[in-house]
């Protein structure tokens, strides 16, 4: 061991030594925030829940009185449908009529006097106590359903599906603008919620505390970066690598091998099809899907139709619409004819309400999306 | 080395240039997995009424209107939006119209009264997107009076030619009418239309009644009558309210009854010497057969629609859950793992899932589950929700619920097996216990 090694050892010996004892890492424990939380007892909870979930928020049918006289059974027959009548009800053996209700008692008279009450004034710096939780009604989750949660548009807004502000006539505009009411989409939920689920997200989720004080705020976090934008970049072609390399001066014939089987490779590849050319990036891939999506209604399916997935292909016209007549199924899984039938129908039904308006798709690639092929598989939809 | 470098470089080059063109080739192909659940909105414009049909034309798409949209699945374009208007039952229809107002199916039909007062009604159903009818124009001839059976009978055509599965429009409930207050109260049975109209009651209040269950067919109902003082089944004949009592022990008390799909057996409790066991009857010959024999209370049996299986209801485990049994007899086995009481549990017509009632934390729920006892999802949540049965297409339940307090009064809801949709259903006064009968 010479001595550069014996110094080195020494040093670095010292340097641990002084990162452990010499107060490199320092003791002091970070700061964290601590946020008082109020428990709710089971009582408590039991009692939110029940005023949350009376029976009275549904929708009250007055009952109609019930027919003095049976009516006779309508004696049905059809061509189409030659199933017996059923046996009817005719009447009622030795029915009784109900007991009358009793009359109600009459009201009391409240005691009122002239005298206003007198209202002691607050103490000054009194604190008020205010709830910790919103007394206002919650409002129902949103009866449709869709991929994204949609909140519900501003009282006076048009439910459509093209977002779009409130257009008032400018007259001193050089081209008069034309009137129009704001739009906004349909409310819609992510998944269904049952009255059962309504009642177990009836407690707070937030407490009400005060907002922390300006000077506390931090810099928001920069949002992270669109996955979508990542894989255009990935995905967006580079036409300025396809220039081919010059070939150096020697040992050509074994380039020149390797070019020609390149070539000659490229060259056996069979001629493009129809679709060949530039292609659609992932975010105009996305955009396609979503307002397929969008219209892809599968609330009104049954069970079986909910287990079928059908591949729909058609062909798009040069401004993005759809060829009604050319839409057609290519094939099904995992149902009868009778649901294939059924879940295309509401395939086609989605391409045709969305493609009206057109798809918004970039016209110097229309040979990529002309002919297009869609699968749609139901999955996640049985466990909305 | 500079030489297989450039000549690997050129090859790597050529295949890049010509991996996009390649992935080009064929069409565009995308999976659309996710979708949106909303009412598909439809328009039954006012059929046309020939002859002095009109009113019935009107009455019958109304009617017919009011069932699709109580179903939740469908959602009714008004006619104040209506573009076109169907004038002619054999003109073609102007699908460009009703695609403006957004119709994705169309109703057109047309009434008929002839001289002998005979009803004629037609219609067609048509997918407005599609520019195409939806199988094939039919026709209903039936009474005046009948009027709504007929509408009834053309909404579940509508209905089973969009969603691809049966109705249950044309279909009646038997149910239990209360009146009075709660501490005497007085029960008789009484029958309506689905929606609550044509009620008649098949009894009187002279004795408390329970638990009524239709017959696979409809034609009769079985019940459970205090008329001898002790709990006794009965079965009714609907045509001409005639009944008879089912021959049991005497001093025994024999209950929850419901019958077998073939309609031939009856499986009910009867309880003796303090033991409630499960018992199957042959309604023809009044031979009985026991099922079960625990010291714990089984009871709420309920056969599976293939008649192979049954569910019930047993306290074997210190808390009611539900078991599944063969109809043979043999070993039970528990299908319900969640915290809480289960009960009355009743198997879907299609055989998929089992309906019940389940208390838990001081709540009443009305939910599903798989016949395994997998995939539970409960529907609803009130202070007093039970006694679920299913409509004949195994889409909707319908079940009992009773508000708090000594005002308190019970009455009939329905709610779609996803948990959408839950209404209350139109009643002469209080109603508990409701059984649905098949399609008529």
Redesign the interface.
Known sequence: MNTGQIISGAGHLGLIAWILFGGAFPTKPLDFDVTKVTAVS?EEY?AI??RS???EQ??????????DV????????????T?PA???????????P??APEPPTEAQEAEVTDEAPVIEPPAEDMAALVPETSQRPQQRPA?????QQVDPPAPDTAVDEVVREEAVPDETAETPREEADATAP?A?ATE????????EVAAPLNSVRPKTRPDQLRPAPQPEAQPEAQTQTAEA?EPE??E??P??A???S??E???A???G??TD??A??I??????TAGE?DG??VA??????????????LNTTVTV?FEMSEDARPI?GSIRMLGSTGGTD??A??AY?A????I??CG?RGFGLPAEKY???R???????????RI? | M???F??????L??????L?????????????????????PFAVPAFVGTGSGGQAAQDISNLISADLSGT???REIPASAHISRITSFSSPVQFADW?AV?A?ALVTGAVDVDASGRLTVQFRVW?V???QELGSG??????Q??????AH?IADQVYSR????GGYFDSRVVYVSE??PKDQR?K?L??MDYD???????????SLVLAPRFSPT??RILYTSYESGFPKIYVL?????SRRQLPTQEATMSFAPRFSPNGQTVVYSLEAGGNTDIYTMNIGSGSSQRMTSAPSIETAPSFSPDGAQIVFESDRSGSNQLYVMSSGGGEARRISNGDGNYGTPVWSP?G?LIAFTKQS???F?I?VMRTDGSEE???????LDEGPTWAPNGRVIMFT?E?QGEQGQAGL?S?DI???N????????GASDPSWSPL?
Not at chain 1, 58 to 67: F, G, H, L, R, V
Not at chain 1, 372 to 380: D, G, H, I, R, Y
Not at chain 2, 6 to 11: E, G, H, M, V, Y
Not at chain 2, 23 to 28: D, H, I, K
Request: hydrophobic share 35%; charged share 20%.
């Open positions: 089971s039991a829940v029940s979930n009376s029976p549904t929708s009250e049918i007055s009952p109609p009185a019930a027919p049976p009516q006779d059974s309508p004696d049905l027959s059809s061509e189409a449908d199933a059923a046996p009817q009800p005719d009447t009622a053996t030795e029915a009784t109900d007991p009866e449709r359903v869709a991929p349909e819609a269904i919620v049952t009255e059962a689920e309504e009642a072609p690598v396809a081919p390399a070939a150096p020697t040992d050509t074994s380039v091998d390797a070019l089987a390149a070539l490779g490229a590849t069979p493009p099809s679709n060949a050319g530039p292609p659609l891939k396609l899907r397929v999506q969008s219209c892809w209604n599968t609330g009104s399916l049954s069970s079986d139709a292909a009604d009778g649901s039938s059924q129908e395939a086609r039904r989605a045709i309400r009206a040979a990529s999306w002919n297009v092929e869609l699968v749609f598989n139901p999955e996640n939809m909305k | 500079m030489a297989r450039t000549a690997l470089l050129a090859l080059l050529t295949t890049l240039t010509a996009p063109a390649a992935a080009q080739t064929g069409p565009l192909r995308l999976e659309i997995t996710e979708g949106v659940i909303e009412p598909l939740g699945l469908f695609k957004n994705q997918d997107f599609a520019g039919q026709q209903f001839v039936g009474t009076d009948g009027w709504r059976r007929i009978k969009i969603t691809g599965e009146t009075g007085a008789r009484a029958i609550g109209a044509n009620t008649t009651f098949l009894t009187d209040s002279s409809g034609d004949d609907v045509a001409n309210v299609r998929d934390k001081s709540r729920h939910g999802r409960l529907l609803t949540a009130s202070f619920r508000t809801y709610v996803t948990g959408r839950l209404r209350r259903v139109s009643t002469a006064g008529q």
